[in-house]
Antibody
Framework: QVQLVESGGGVVQPGKSLRISCAASGFTFSRYGMGWVRQAPGKGLEWLAVATSFGTTGYYADSVRGRFTISRDNSKNMVDLQMNGLRLEDTAVYYC??????????????WGQGILVTVSS | DIQVTQSPSTLSASVGDRVTITCRASRSVDKWLAWYQQKPGKAPKLLIQEASSLQRGVPPRFRGSGSGTDFSLTISSLQPDDFATYYCQEYNTYFLVFGGGTRVEMK
C-alpha cells in the first residue's frame, strides 16, 4: 500500500533553515509527481511546491518561491523540501503528497500524515 | 494567478440532508478541478477529480459537477461520517490553488 512518511519537522527560529523529508513506498516512485502542501493552525490548505516525475523541474507557490526548494531522489524514493529564510507565517503542518500523474498539473491521491514545523523565537 | 472561491464557508445540516458546496474559479479551469474531504487531525482525502470522476471507494452519494469556472460538490444524503471540511482544488496550471474550505457541521 502507498505510504508517505514525513520527517525532519520541529521548532526553528525566524530566518533560519530547515529541511523536511518524505519517504515514499508502495508505488513506482519515479512515475509520479510529488509535492508539498501545508496547513497553518486552524486554516485551510495551501499548495507549496511540486516536482515532476523526473525531478528536473520544480514549481512553487508565490509565497515560498525563492525561499523553498523541492528536490527528489528517485533512487531512494525520497522527496525533500529545503526551507530557507523561515518566517513566523510558515508555521504549519506540512504534508507530503503524491500526484495522480507524472507532471505538475495533477490532484493528490495520497497524503502523508503531516509534520509540524513551528517558526518561533 | 487563478483565484478559487468556495461557498459557503460553513454549512449546518442534518443526517439525511442533501447538501451542495460550490467552487468558483476566477477564470476557466476546464474540467481540472478536484474535491477533498478532511477530518480533524487527519490528512485530506481525494474524493473527486476531473470535476466529476469519483475516486475508487468513495460512496456514490458524493457527486461532482461543473466545468469552466463553476463547480459543485453534492452529497445526496448526508451521513454521520460526512461531517468534515471539504476543499476544492484547481489544477489547470502550473500553480495549484485550493479553495478556502467548507466546514459541514451538524445542525
Amino acid at each position: 500500500q502507498v505510504q508517505l512518511v514525513e520527517s525532519g519537522g520541529g521548532v526553528v527560529q525566524p530566518g533560519k533553515s530547515l529541511r523536511i523529508s518524505c519517504a515514499a513506498s508502495g508505488f513506482t516512485f519515479s512515475r509520479y509527481g510529488m509535492g508539498w502542501v501545508r496547513q497553518a493552525p486552524g486554516k485551510g490548505l495551501e499548495w507549496l511546491a511540486v516536482a515532476t516525475s523526473f525531478g528536473t523541474t520544480g514549481y512553487y507557490a508565490d509565497s515560498v518561491r525563492g525561499r523553498f526548494t523541492i528536490s527528489r531522489d528517485n533512487s531512494k524514493n525520497m522527496v525533500d523540501l529545503q526551507m530557507n529564510g523561515l518566517r513566523l507565517e510558515d508555521t504549519a503542518v506540512y504534508y507530503c503528497v503524491k500526484g495522480v500523474g507524472h507532471n505538475y498539473g495533477n490532484p493528490f491521491d495520497y497524503w502523508g500524515q503531516g509534520i509540524l514545523v513551528t517558526v518561533s523565537s | 494567478d487563478i483565484q478559487v472561491t468556495q461557498s459557503p464557508s460553513t454549512l449546518s445540516a442534518s443526517v439525511g440532508d442533501r447538501v451542495t458546496i460550490t467552487c468558483r474559479a476566477s477564470r476557466s479551469v476546464d474540467k481540472w478541478l478536484a474535491w477533498y474531504q478532511q477530518k480533524p487531525g487527519k490528512a485530506p482525502k481525494l474524493l473527486i477529480q476531473e470535476a466529476s470522476s469519483l475516486q475508487r471507494g468513495v460512496p456514490p452519494r458524493f457527486r461532482g459537477s461543473g466545468s469552466g469556472t463553476d463547480f459543485s460538490l453534492t452529497i445526496s444524503s448526508l451521513q454521520p461520517d460526512d461531517f468534515a471540511t471539504y476543499y476544492c482544488q484547481e489544477y489547470n496550471t502550473y500553480f495549484l490553488v485550493f479553495g478556502g474550505g467548507t466546514r459541514v457541521e451538524m445542525k
